[in-house]
């Protein structure tokens, strides 16, 4: 019983270090961001080239509990940077429809103020490599460089790590400015 215990969480080991692994290959943090123009639910055409300039806060979503709770807790940072030289975008890359984009942020427990697009094509899946590493947020500093990931673990990527990140990005360039 004991061996076959080892052998199980041996394994288990093996499967989450081989998806750390291959999760790492596709997050490219320190390399220019891939540009993308979708729509968000208002129908307004929104460009992550329009966006340059700011510090970017990108939340790729599906629709699922952990981007629920990620989605609110964009809508924190977007309040808490507002009036500074900001941008965060929420984006349902799963390629669902619209009307099922706002049935689940009506769903959310505070309104998402944010431009939040729908990706029918799967274009920043196929860009960003989402699709098994849900959610995904990205922050891109003001020349379209990634400067900081995380995925799915909500406490690694909670509003008040993501608004440390970006303050970073602020303070260093407005000192180069």
């Known amino acids: 019983m004991r061996r076959t215990i080892m052998t199980l969480l041996t ?8 998806t750390a692994v291959s999760a790492k290959s596709f997050f490219k943090v320190g390399e220019k961001a891939p540009t993308f123009t979708l729509t968000s639910i208002e129908g307004e055409a929104v460009s992550l ?9 990108l939340g790729l979503f599906h629709i699922c509990e952990p981007c629920l709770m990620q989605g609110t807790n964009l809508q924190k940072v977007y309040e808490a940077t507002r009036g500074k030289d900001v941008a965060v975008v929420g984006v349902n890359s799963a390629g669902n429809s619209k009307q099922a984009v706002m049935e689940f942020l009506a769903q959310f427990p505070v309104k998402v103020t944010y431009p939040y697009l729908v990706d029918p094509k799967k274009i920043t ?47 260093s360039s407005s000192r180069t400015m």
Request: aromatic share 6%; charged share 25%; hydrophobic share 50%.
């Open 11 to 18: 394994l288990i080991a093996c499967v989450v270090l081989a």
């Open 49 to 57: 080239e329009s966006l340059k300039g700011k510090v970017i806060v």
């Open 125 to 171: 899946d196929k860009l960003y490599g989402g699709g098994r590493f849900i959610p995904n947020v990205y922050i891109i500093d003001r020349d379209g460089i990634i400067r900081w990931q995380r995925v799915g673990n909500m406490d690694l990527a909670g509003p008040e790590v993501i608004l440390q990140e970006v303050e970073k990005l602020l303070a």
